[in-house]
């Protein structure tokens, strides 16, 4: 017989409210500094604040109802708002339209697609693209405004994707007529996930191969016009479909096209770099990588998104594991979640991992800002030492922000879902926040340059740079490490940490020595696997495809590597009074990671197995560190909880409460529909079978 439990040592139920409010008693810096120094200052938070409040007022965008709206009903809600934003889009400043967009990528990650596609891709490749009395003619026509198109951007197929080069769709120049004729030859050159086609877009921007007198001149890119913006009935030629229900981002109409034979005028082909004569002469820039500048803005968005979006994903996680209590000691509080340490293991390194990429986000968004001012103010000769040093940007950038775009987008993705794991069976629910944040950002992962190309590009660049720094060429500031880890005949000179403390191990200037050693070790694996593919006879492009899993390993080292330069460059330029929490996050990012790829830091020479045991030392002791600001640093990220969009995150630490509410009011009690053809036949069907006539055999027995 049990004896049973004494109820007075059953544990207390503590208030969550009361447990949150403790977490907030004394941060070890300034709160309200710390957001302005993430947002850029204090104008920017007191803007983003008041965007915020707007949105949260607008009727229209109502967000916590979004789990039980259906597809049709998703897609008409998005498009309900689009008017609004296109209005506040060309009225107010840029800068403010820019934050407002990043809002809305957190708030509404569908919509933002959906609206992007018009103002970032479409519009985008006009302004990249076009020439500037091309512009003002789509300006005219209502490019900008959405008023009179609503335009798509044209450039996956079925069959190609990363591929820019093999796409099959084709765009003939007819010369008797001075039209260009847009044609889809193939099944698998079918324009595909194409956003806003299903439903929307009255204009695509389309790339297709030019061809002119029977030769090809490569992928372009074509405004080709989809409905009559009158009737909206689809051009002669042009068939388009709709994809359907997706992953995530239902908010957008996802689409096919084909086009068959469809007629453009010649002046549809957008000219800034390569130009078609009247007579069929084709005009080459001398540079044609020029044209890609523009396309590396929505890479370097994703940076900032994911920063972004993680920030979310912490912010709920780390409250509610300040509110919620499993196991402890008979007749007292439960322990709260963020007291244990494996808790402080599985959440605070995806802290430091979050702020690394706020700040690599803003030196990525300011280096492509220079850049595009420089591609903006070069001549058309495209000659000279400012063309050639706008090529060197470009490259760099290019690369830098594909090495970026995929290991920040992946960690994002990781973030979300181990936020979302940490919140237990809650985290299942799509009422609690984080399920269809990872259903909708695993879009980033893919789109855009699919991450695993993405991070071969990389590496490629980070190959011929090596190679050319061999020959004495210049290196770019983001790879002057290799000087010093490198010697001229490209035999590694490595250095070594000097201290064996957790301290000394753990510094942020060792750290960032160790990190630029094991990229370069990466770097120089890399070179030697595509010298040796060389020496095996292949060519230049089969080597760089023989050394692909070091290029893409390069490409990691090199981008962790990047991140905590970037950390430390903002450690050092942040207020006195934010310095240490900052520094404790720097180097928390820096040694978890370390950690994490141990073997490298070994294999270079930079620690001894004594240095990375004294490293895990360190981490523990910055995991417990960082656990008495948790709390404060999501406060820090500024999100209203109508932002936060969870009864999990809540600021105030009614959870439950909340949860409660937000599971009732969208699930009323009702009768059960099919409970008469369903489940009252299930409950009283007989399970009787008809035993058949008697036979007279069995009588004679």
Known sequence: MSSGTDVRL???VANPMESISEERKAPSFPVRDLTYWIDGGKRVTEMKERIMLEFERDPLWRINDHPNLTLAETRERAMSKVRRLADLAVSRPLDETMLRLSIVSVLDPGFWTRFGVHFGLFFGALQGQATASQLAYWMEKGALSMQGITGCFG???????????GLETTATLDEKTDEFVVHSPTLTATKWWIGGAAHTATHCAVYAQLIVKGKCYGTKTFVVQLRDTQTFQLMAGVNIGDLGKKMGRDQIDNGWIRFTYVRIPRSNMLMKHTKVTRAGDVIAPPLAQLAYGALIQGRVSMVSDSANVAKRALTIATRYASVRRQFGQGGESETKLLDYPIHQHRLL??????????FAAREMTANYQHLMGELGELGEDNQGAAVQGAIKNLKETHATSAGLKAFCTWMCLNIIDQCRQSLGGHGYSAYTGLSQAYSDFAVHCT?????????????RYLVATALDA?????????????????????SAAPKACKGDSADQVSALATLTAAWSSVAANAIRSAVRDFETGLAKGLSKDNAYEFSSAARLHAARMHTYTYLLQRFAAQVDQSPAALRPVLTLLARLFGAHSAVQHSGEFLQAGFYSGAQVDALKAFVNTACADVRKDGVPLTDAFG?????????????????????????TSLNPTKPVPYFDSLIK???ERTTDTDAGPELEIDQEE
């Open 349 to 358: 390194p995806l802290m430091a991992q979050t702020f690394a990429m706020i």
């Open 639 to 663: 999100y209203t909880d109508y932002m936060v969009n969870s009864p999990l995150g809540r600021y105030d630490g009614n959870v439950y409460e909340k949860y409660f509410d937000i599971v």
């Open 447 to 459: 789109w855009e340059g699919d991450n695993t190309i993405l991070t071969l590009q990389c590496g």
């Open 470 to 490: 061999r020959k004495g060429q210049p290196l770019p500031d983001n790879l002057a490490y290799l000087k010093d880890t490198v010697s001229a005949d490209g």
């Open 155 to 165: 450039m996956t197929e079925l069959g190609h994707g990363s591929n820019v080069a």
């Open 681 to 683: 036949p299930l409950l």
């Open 10 to 12: 059953l544990p207390k």
